[in-house]
Nanobody, 117 residues
């Protein structure tokens, strides 16, 4: 599976962005999909996850109510809708696919999100 993340940019606090993660090479139907982020000087952290079977979602507390992960199976694409962005959301965002092994085996290249106050 090859993942291509896009949609990042420079926005002001309170603005919205939608990140996209387009997959090729294999359908995403049997992969849990996730978004992670890494801010400068910090470790990469989990942001959101969608289970392939139930489409149930999980979010880190800091983005609950502001971010939404979704998937368009027909387009083999996963999205992260980010609303009411805050400066602390500034990071490089990565999409990833989790297979049956439980490992996040496939990663996109990352897209930069910068939120100014």
């Amino acid at each position: 599976v090859q993942l291509q993340a896009s949609g990042g940019g420079v926005v002001q606090a309170g603005d919205s962005l939608r990140l996209s993660c387009a997959a090729s090479g294999r359908a995403l139907n049997t992969y849990n999909m996730g978004w992670f982020r890494q801010a400068p000087g910090k470790e990469r952290e989990f942001v959101a996850k969608m289970l392939w079977r139930t489409r149930s979602t999980t979010y880190v507390d800091s983005v609950k109510g502001r971010f939404t992960i979704s998937k368009d199976s027909a387009k083999n694409t996963v999205y992260l809708q980010m609303d009411n962005l805050k400066p602390e959301d500034t990071a490089v965002y990565y999409c990833a696919a989790q297979g049956f092994s439980g490992e996040w085996s496939y990663w996109g290249q990352g897209t930069q999100v910068t939120v100014s106050s």
